[in-house]
């Protein structure tokens, strides 16, 4: 089942124009990362499938449509900052929620248990820091069993702390089997917790599929040696290297994913380099990104 | 319905403001025309000041007073009841959560209409029991001739409090939309009505504004008994009838509701 479908989305805000046809289809259990710079448009995709913005043209679909203009009540979600009653403390907020969704009975205890934040229930949300106010808002997605989460930028303006705490509590969630959407421009925190992502730049979809399959299965290898422009002559005239990009302290290179580290160091070993240091790992998406995001 | 209101009275009974708005009005309007025995010799023809309290002007004056009290206690508390959760986000934070925006605003109406009932409860009960201490020998018949001031008092609740949503929901900012409320109510629509009279047309249109038209559910009683009426040439009565001014206050109320309601469901929030 297709949770959310999305079809030619434009929305302009005066001349910017902040989607431009955007296509997009989330599958049921999927942790969906939208990938983007700043001002690319996730905010507002966010903002347009959530009913708070009006777009201009285009059209989407949540749960197949099964539950009409009610499909908000199976979702959780946070747009940009945690939005809550001031003068009201931490369970009257989630009372809020818990009546908006329609739901029966909810653990509140139990909820803000799961953030961290049971010792101050009684306290009013405007004498929370950003941190806790974020992790309230997390709590309040989780009322009603949703099925999709929607997070936009959660760990933004936290302190390191404050970022570790919520990824935590995002990685349990992720493992709770709900389908999750997150809208980051932090690719760490996508890599760690999404299967699949979506790259949108200037409001249009660059690319979109499993994280496994954005990430080319290249394989990027550090390798110094004393002598390093002999080093890189050497190198240059391997076909299974693909790519060399200097670095201050080492020679970065693409190499074919079937080369394995010992076949390289023995290579190097043959033709008389000693290897200094010699590092292999896997393309990260922030590479990926710039990539994609740079021609786009 | 009942969903909806619970709703927003969760809101409204933790937010202090709209508490102390409400006991003001609570306790004001039983108690400010008690004031009325300070002053014993009232100008001819009134008959002296025991006519602030008996049947049947007891509806009038105490009519009078609550229409500004309505105007000042109730009418803000619904443009705050809008324009706080514009502040706190929480408009946009209840839409994403799952309440529809035509279930946010029917929220909203709904609460206004369940204040204006139970106001207007109050207001009959206070007008009988003033009403039966201070009228010699009444009988049920005194005590509900003008009784249609009832009706009336929850269109000028009604009216007020629609005006007060309007406000919020079209400008959207806490400042702009109370003040705005307030200049419009005291100053702006006396202006357009003198103005309308004097340079473009005089006639008796001109008394279908809005804030003048709920006036005139409930005006001065004075009015009523001295033709002394301010120096200046009106072709007309100076007063609305009843009926005139119920069906425009209820025309009124649904142009600001209309307006109000398109606005919330077709602007990006």
Same mark, same amino acid.
């Given at each position: 089942?297709?949770? /959310?479908?999305?079809?030619?989305?434009?929305?302009?805000?005066?001349?910017?124009?902040?989607?431009?046809?955007?296509?997009?289809?989330?599958? !049921?259990?999927?942790?969906?990362?939208?990938?983007?710079?700043?001002?690319?448009?996730?905010? @507002?995709?966010?903002?347009?499938? /959530?009913?708070?913005?009006?777009?201009?043209?285009?059209?989407?679909?949540?749960?197949?449509?099964?539950?009409?203009? &009610? !499909?908000?009540?199976?979702?959780?979600?946070?747009?940009?900052?945690?939005?809550?009653?001031?003068?009201?403390?931490?369970?009257?907020?989630?009372?809020?929620?818990?009546?908006?969704?329609?739901?029966?009975?909810?653990?509140?205890?139990?909820?803000?248990?799961?953030?961290?934040?049971?010792?101050? &229930?009684?306290?009013?949300?405007?004498?929370?820091?950003?941190?806790?106010?974020?992790?309230? !808002?997390?709590?309040?997605?989780?009322?009603?069993?949703?099925?999709?989460?929607?997070?936009?930028?959660?760990?933004?303006?936290?302190?390191?702390?404050?970022?570790?705490?919520?990824?935590?509590?995002? @990685?349990?969630?992720?493992?709770?089997?709900?389908?999750?959407?997150?809208?980051?421009?932090?690719?760490?925190?996508?890599?760690?917790?999404?299967?699949?992502? !979506?790259?949108?730049? &200037?409001?249009?979809?660059?690319?979109?599929?499993?994280?496994?399959?954005?990430?080319?299965?290249?394989?990027?290898?550090?390798?110094?040696?004393?002598?390093?422009?002999?080093?890189?002559?050497?190198?240059?005239?391997?076909?299974?290297?693909?790519?060399?990009?200097?670095?201050?302290?080492?020679?970065?290179?693409?190499?074919?994913?079937?080369?394995?580290?010992?076949?390289?160091?023995?290579?190097?070993?043959?033709?008389?380099?000693?290897?200094?240091?010699?590092?292999?790992?896997?393309?990260?998406?922030?590479?990926?990104?710039?990539?994609?995001?740079?021609?786009? | 319905?009942?969903?909806?209101?619970?709703?927003?009275?969760?809101?409204?009974?933790?937010?202090?403001?709209?508490?102390?708005?409400?006991?003001?009005?609570?306790?004001?309007? =039983?108690?400010?025309?008690?004031?009325? %025995?300070?002053?014993?010799?009232? =100008?001819?023809?009134?008959?002296?000041?025991?006519? *602030?309290? %008996? *049947? =049947?002007?007891?509806?009038?004056?105490?009519?009078?007073?609550?229409?500004?009290?309505?105007?000042?206690?109730?009418?803000?508390?619904?443009?705050?009841? $809008?324009?706080?959760?514009?502040?706190? %986000?929480?408009?946009?934070?209840?839409?994403?959560?799952?309440?529809?925006?035509?279930?946010?605003?029917?929220?909203?109406?709904?609460?206004?209409?369940?204040?204006? $009932?139970?106001?207007?409860?109050?207001?009959?009960?206070?007008?009988?029991?003033?009403?039966?201490?201070?009228?010699?020998?009444?009988?049920?018949?005194?005590?509900?001739?003008?009784?249609?001031?009832?009706?009336?008092? *929850?269109?000028?609740?009604?009216?007020?409090?629609?005006?007060?949503?309007?406000?919020?929901?079209?400008?959207?900012?806490?400042?702009?939309?109370?003040?705005?409320?307030?200049?419009?109510?005291?100053?702006? +629509?006396?202006?357009?009505?003198?103005?309308?009279?004097?340079?473009?047309?005089?006639?008796?249109?001109?008394?279908?504004?809005?804030?003048?038209?709920?006036? +005139?559910?409930? =005006?001065?009683?004075?009015?009523?008994?001295? +033709?002394?009426?301010?120096?200046?040439?009106?072709?007309?009565?100076?007063?609305?009838?009843?009926?005139?001014?119920?069906?425009?206050?209820?025309?009124?109320?649904?142009?600001?509701?209309?307006?109000?309601?398109?606005?919330?469901?077709?602007?990006?929030?």
């Amino acid at each position: 089942m297709a949770v /959310l479908e999305v079809v030619n989305l434009s929305k302009s805000y005066g001349r910017i124009k902040a989607l431009d046809q955007l296509n997009l289809t989330i599958e !049921a259990g999927n942790l969906y990362g939208i990938l983007g710079p700043n001002g690319s448009g996730k905010t @507002t995709t966010l903002g347009v499938i /959530l009913d708070i913005l009006k777009p201009d043209s285009g059209s989407y679909t949540w749960f197949d449509n099964q539950y009409g203009d &009610k !499909a908000r009540i199976k979702i959780g979600s946070i747009l940009e900052t945690p939005n809550f009653y001031p003068y009201m403390n931490a369970k009257q907020n989630l009372e809020i929620v818990r009546q908006i969704k329609q739901v029966d009975e909810v653990n509140f205890d139990e909820l803000l248990e799961l953030v961290n934040l049971a010792h101050r &229930k009684r306290s009013r949300f405007r004498t929370y820091s950003l941190g806790m106010k974020q992790r309230l !808002a997390i709590a309040a997605t989780l009322i009603g069993e949703p099925e999709v989460l929607i997070f936009d930028e959660p760990t933004n303006g936290l302190d390191p702390q404050g970022i570790a705490e919520v990824r935590s509590i995002l @990685t349990r969630i992720a493992g709770m089997g709900k389908s999750v959407i997150m809208a980051s421009h932090i690719l760490d925190e996508v890599e760690k917790i999404c299967s699949h992502v !979506a790259i949108i730049k &200037k409001g249009r979809l660059l690319a979109t599929g499993p994280v496994g399959a954005i990430l080319s299965s290249d394989i990027t290898v550090e390798v110094a040696a004393d002598d390093m422009e002999r080093l890189q002559i050497l190198l240059e005239s391997k076909s299974f290297v693909n790519k060399i990009t200097k670095e201050k302290k080492w020679l970065e290179c693409l190499v074919d994913q079937e080369v394995n580290v010992s076949e390289f160091s023995s290579m190097l070993f043959r033709e008389g380099v000693t290897p200094t240091h010699l590092v292999a790992r896997k393309r990260r998406l922030e590479e990926e990104f710039l990539e994609i995001t740079k021609n786009g | 319905m009942m969903r909806l209101i619970k709703l927003e009275y969760t809101k409204f009974k933790n937010h202090s403001l709209m508490l102390i708005l409400s006991m003001l009005y609570v306790v004001f309007f =039983p108690s400010i025309i008690f004031y009325g %025995k300070e002053f014993n010799d009232l =100008p001819d023809p009134l008959p002296g000041n025991i006519i *602030f309290y %008996k *049947f =049947p002007s007891v509806w009038d004056y105490q009519g009078y007073i609550g229409s500004w009290l309505v105007f000042f206690f109730l009418g803000l508390i619904a443009v705050f009841s $809008v324009v706080n959760e514009v502040r706190y %986000k929480t408009f946009r934070q209840n839409i994403i959560a799952g309440l529809t925006r035509k279930e946010y605003f029917l929220a909203k109406f709904y609460s206004i209409t369940a204040i204006s $009932v139970l106001v207007t409860i109050y207001y009959a009960v206070v007008c009988l029991l003033i009403g039966m201490f201070h009228t010699k020998g009444w009988t049920i018949s005194d005590a509900f001739n003008n009784s249609w001031a009832i009706p009336r008092y *929850f269109l000028i609740s009604m009216g007020y409090m629609t005006f007060g949503l309007f406000c919020g929901f079209l400008i959207r900012r806490s400042g702009l939309s109370i003040l705005f409320y307030l200049i419009y109510g005291l100053a702006i +629509d006396v202006a357009i009505k003198w103005l309308a009279n004097s340079y473009v047309i005089s006639h008796g249109a001109v008394r279908f504004t809005p804030m003048n038209t709920m006036e +005139d559910l409930m =005006p001065l009683p004075f009015y009523r008994f001295v +033709d002394l009426i301010p120096d200046i040439d009106f072709n007309f009565e100076f007063l609305l009838t009843y009926w005139e001014a119920s069906l425009g206050t209820i025309a009124w109320c649904a142009l600001f509701v209309y307006i109000a309601y398109r606005s919330f469901t077709t602007r990006d929030l």
